[in-house]
């Protein structure tokens, strides 16, 4: 049965104010709640607070948060720690990773097919980087510590962040923490905990009805001879934290169960929406294209004989298919660079030309109104670099008008750009090479995309 996690995102800016606490006790509360509700967590940061708290001594590790981020099921790389707690180990290189990352909706999407189940907590970093930007957009619900007026301050870049992508904000909730009750105001707002509340609330933001207080008991659970992190749940008994992370875990467990459709599973049914959506426009494509070589007009695209080298499209899109790799080089060694090659397959001149066309991207323009007479020819990399550039003479007959020797670029011009009575069409040939073992991978959407973009590119030059 495919699964799908309710995220939790703990995330602020600002360093030293209480994220890691907040995130890694929840999660042993909500499992202490409710015992057979899977609870996973990981962190973004690189300070194995994480680890430190949940590993059992001695515990193997394979797979850690940079796995995940490469695409590794989450409900693969979870191992069952203390408190009955799952965790995917941290990383200490997720910062040289971080930058391969581009999509802020990557994880989001990871989730969604990660096969983790329950409640997942991330602890990021203190900054808004792609990571914490990943764990925001992938989260239900995003806890925003704030212990003062600059935690308070910086918490806006959130709100502004989900403003720019059009995202509701009505996931973001401000808690605050590391409140010192001993703190007293004179007038309306009395004591640290609900001024913040007031100015979060003035500043629209939505405030957690519950705090957690800052204590020295709290603060001492990171510091022992044994080097562990002790939770508050065990060694935190009788302190006001104590009752407030229970109350916050309860009313999370209650929304938790109010929620029917998690962003994972929403998320989900997006991404099997958009893969449909792909299968239909792919085929719709392929069954636009001509499966025949355009030059010699045998099927190239048959599933067990595809010998297709090359894709070639009309910049009037009028035509498009498949080219066969030969019958392409004869062209080139015929009409265009007109040099004469042995019928031997390893003829080194060949060979040579034949690496060298499998790297580039050719174009070819016959002079508007003509149907013989002059054309340009250009021939970039496939990154749209231009390469060479020059004028091709052509006529039908390449001996003369009596002459059998049919002209191999007059033929593919006529085949491809045919227009009105004799003439070809104002429109440019582009030939794009391809691989002969999935030619029409082309017209997968990233490939296809790529390509239309090279085409837009070339046919801004061409003007
Ligand atoms: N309720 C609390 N009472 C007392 N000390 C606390 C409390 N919560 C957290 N602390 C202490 O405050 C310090 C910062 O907490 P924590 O590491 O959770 O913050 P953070 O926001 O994750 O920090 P960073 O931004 O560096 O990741 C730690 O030393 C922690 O022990
Ligand atoms: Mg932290």
């Not at 409710?34 to 590993?55: A, G, Q, R």
């Not at 914490?132 to 959130?158: F, G, H, R, W």
């Not at 002969?436 to 990233?446: E, G, M």
């Amino acid at each position: 049965m495919t699964t799908f996690p309710y995220v939790i995102t703990v995330s602020s800016e600002k360093g030293g104010v209480g994220k890691t606490t907040l995130a890694t006790n929840l999660a042993i509360f909500l499992k202490a709640l409710d015992e057979e509700l899977p609870v996973s967590i990981f962190s973004f940061d690189n300070h194995f607070t994480i680890d430190k708290m949940f590993s059992f001594k001695g515990m193997e590790h394979s797979g850690s948060v940079s796995d995940l981020l490469t695409g590794k099921p989450g409900g693969e790389l979870v191992r069952t720690g203390q408190y009955g707690v799952n965790y995917i180990p941290s990383s200490g290189t997720l910062s040289q990773e971080k930058v391969k990352v581009k999509d802020p909706m990557a994880l989001a999407k990871l989730l969604a097919s990660s096969g983790l189940d329950g409640i997942v907590i991330i602890d990021t970093r203190p900054d808004l980087d792609i990571l914490t930007e990943n764990a925001l957009y992938a989260a239900d619900k995003v806890l925003i510590p704030v212990k003062d007026m600059p935690s308070l301050e910086n918490c806006k870049n959130i709100f502004t962040l989900f403003d720019k992508r059009g995202l509701d904000k009505k996931s973001l909730v401000l808690i605050p923490c590391l409140i010192d009750e001993r703190i007293k105001f004179d007038g309306l707002f009395t004591d640290q905990k609900t001024l913040l509340r007031a100015f979060a609330i003035n500043r629209g933001y939505k405030c957690h009805e519950t705090y957690i207080s800052k204590s020295p008991k709290v603060e001492s659970l990171n510091t022992n001879p044994d080097g562990r992190i002790y939770p508050v749940l065990t060694h935190g008994r009788g302190t006001d934290v104590h009752g407030q992370f229970t109350s916050l875990a309860r009313d999370i467990l209650y929304e938790y169960r109010e929620t029917s459709e998690p962003r994972s599973y929403l998320f989900h049914q997006w991404l099997v929406a958009e893969s449909e959506k792909e299968r239909s426009t792919f085929e719709a494509r392929l069954g636009g294209v001509k499966k025949e070589c355009l030059i010699c007009n045998k099927h190239i695209l048959q599933a067990t004989t595809q010998t297709a080298g090359y894709y070639y499209e009309t910049s009037d899109g009028i035509s498009s298919g498949f080219m066969d790799e030969e019958c392409f080089l004869k062209v080139l060694t015929t009409s265009v660079y007109k040099f004469k090659v042995t019928e031997s397959e390893d003829d080194p001149t060949l060979m040579l030309l034949k690496e060298s066309t499998r790297e580039s991207v050719f174009v070819f323009r016959p002079d508007p109104g003509n149907s013989s007479g002059a054309m340009e020819f250009r021939r970039f990399d496939t990154s749209g670099q231009l390469l060479t550039s020059r004028r091709i003479n052509y006529r039908e007959h390449a001996g003369g008008m009596f002459h059998d020797d049919r002209c191999p670029l007059y033929d593919l011009m006529g085949a491809a750009l045919a227009g009105y009575g004799n003439t070809f069409r104002e429109a440019f040939l582009i030939i794009h090479p391809v691989d002969p073992h999935s030619p029409d991978k082309i017209l997968q959407k990233d490939s296809y995309r790529s390509f239309s973009h090279l085409k837009g590119n070339i046919a801004t030059r061409l003007i």
